[in-house]
């Protein structure tokens, strides 16, 4: 099965200093039809405007999870942690026993633009931990990068569930395959480009798809695009 979800379907937020879009039931927006996928309970594509600075603020038992899609994410937590990454960065923060944290704009002159994603944990209460990781263009070119996983195999950033998260950037007219195991599925998101098909169902830039008993899909880009999928257990 693979339920397309419009770009213009996807609830969108102005915030002056911030924009999103949010996939998921998340803050104000509550649908009890939408609320996540799996094991996967929040997927919001947030955009600061430069020098933004998001407060620093509370989470307890989730898995979040950021992709860098455009510009410079800054990071700080109650942790002590910190950093500035460019497009093609990850992060995982363990937010299991509590702990605040910021997403901020590393630079003043340009939007930075940024996926965040919250996993529901294997196992509450986990310490509070950050594991961050740079990866180049090349490394997502015309393959479906494993940018964070269940294991470090491959270099992968560890999530602390049966979860994992692919980047790609792939140029027109090439194609890739993955396989699920029959207990997954996918959220597949065209951050940018399209037309992209996922087994002949045609996504456009800034759709969606949730895809569920699929054993295996086949990924064609038309156009060169920037692509991000979460595969999660959905049984």
């Known amino acids: ?26 803050d ?36 979040g999870l ?23 960065a990850v992060q995982r923060m363990t937010l299991g026993s509590g702990a605040n944290h910021s997403e901020q704009n590393g630079s003043e002159t340009e939007t930075v633009r940024f996926i965040q994603i919250w996993i529901m944990p294997a196992e509450q209460n986990l310490p509070p931990s950050v594991e961050q990781k740079q990866f180049s263009e090349a490394d997502r070119t015309n393959r479906l990068l494993r940018a964070i996983g269940p294991d470090r195999e491959g270099g992968s950033v560890l999530v602390h569930n049966d979860a994992s998260m692919y980047v790609s950037r792939l140029d027109a007219g090439k194609s890739l395959e993955h396989e699920f195991r ?29 895809i569920w ?10 156009q060169t695009s920037e692509l991000i999928m979460m595969e999660v257990r959905v049984r």
């Open 213 to 222: 008993q699929e054993p295996r899909i086949k990924i064609e880009a038309q």
């Open 28 to 63: 104000e927006y509550y649908d009890p039809d939408n609320m996540g996928f799996g094991t996967m309970r929040v997927f919001n594509d947030d955009r600061l405007v430069p020098g933004a600075i998001w407060p620093m603020h509370p989470h307890r038992n989730i898995e």
């Open 182 to 210: 029959p207990e997954m599925g996918a959220y597949f998101y065209v951050l940018e480009g399209g037309p992209v098909t996922v087994n002949a169902t045609s996504l456009d830039n800034g759709d969606a798809a949730m």
């Open 1 to 26: 099965m693979i339920k397309v979800r419009k770009s213009d379907e996807i609830y969108a937020k102005e915030g002056g200093w911030f924009s999103a879009k949010w996939h998921f039931s998340f």
């Open 66 to 88: 950021t992709y860098v899609a455009e510009g410079w994410f800054r990071h700080a937590d109650s942790l002590g942690n910190g950093g500035v990454f460019q497009k093609g």
